[in-house]
């Protein structure tokens, strides 16, 4: 955790009395923050360490935070549709991401699975990553500089290219893949060649006739190149305690996507 004030320039997630997150930049001293509990002017918080309290015009008590990734994620700018941090976590482990790795993914999109594995592959890995829309591509760039300068951490390199997977890698001896768009069976044949024995590719889709379509086209073209480790999806409920009465929170994110875990043979 860093240790120092808020200063200009600084993102600051702000928590209400309600748990509800805000995440703000601190743009000049003269700024504030207006919503429905009232202001809080930015020259409140400069010079606040993370874990302070400041309160708002109409005495609302806000907590101040650095965002995490999960927050971050949630909260910076789509162009196309995210994963979700809960199953950017389980994809990790799956994976087996490891300090080093070196890792191919397609489509970038707004770069919410991109930061999660810079982060995971560490200073000596690296991540490079096709995206075919040059507009998905600018915003999800400006996503990952904003979260690099919030958290200075040992990021692994990063090359984004401006490609449609489907031209061919150009690379090998990938460690890891990750496919999410919508049709990762078309792509097998590049994935095949990029990634080494024994490496992993994990592909994320929203419906069960993509996943059929995957396993399927697996099970009668790539059998021996691929091996299916396991399909999942999870399911996360938030609880809530007020007072005595300690329950599931009523609303959930009901359905994001499936996760598929495949091995590459050696073929
Ligand atoms: C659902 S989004 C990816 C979101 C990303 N995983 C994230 O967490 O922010 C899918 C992206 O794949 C891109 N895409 C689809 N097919 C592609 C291909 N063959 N090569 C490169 N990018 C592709 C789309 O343009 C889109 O931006």
Known sequence: MRNQTFKIGD?????DSRGK???IRLKDKKGSFHFHRGEIRFLDILGKKEGDIVYTSKGEKVLLFLPTLWEYILKMQRGAQIIYPKDIGQIL???DIFPGAKVLEAGTGSGALTLALLRGVGKKGKVVSFEKRKEFLEIAKKNIERFKKIKKEEWGKLVLKNKDLKEGVGERDFDRAFLDLPEPWELLEQIKKALKPGGILICYLPTVLQIFNLTETIEKKYSKDFYIMGIYEVLQRGWQKAGVSLRPK???V?????IIALRRLKS
């Open 21 to 23: 997150k805000y995440l």
């Open 254 to 258: 009901g359905h994001t996507g499936f």
């Open 250 to 252: 009523d609303r959930m």
């Open 11 to 15: 993102q600051v997630l702000l928590i």
């Open 93 to 95: 482990m799956l994976a």
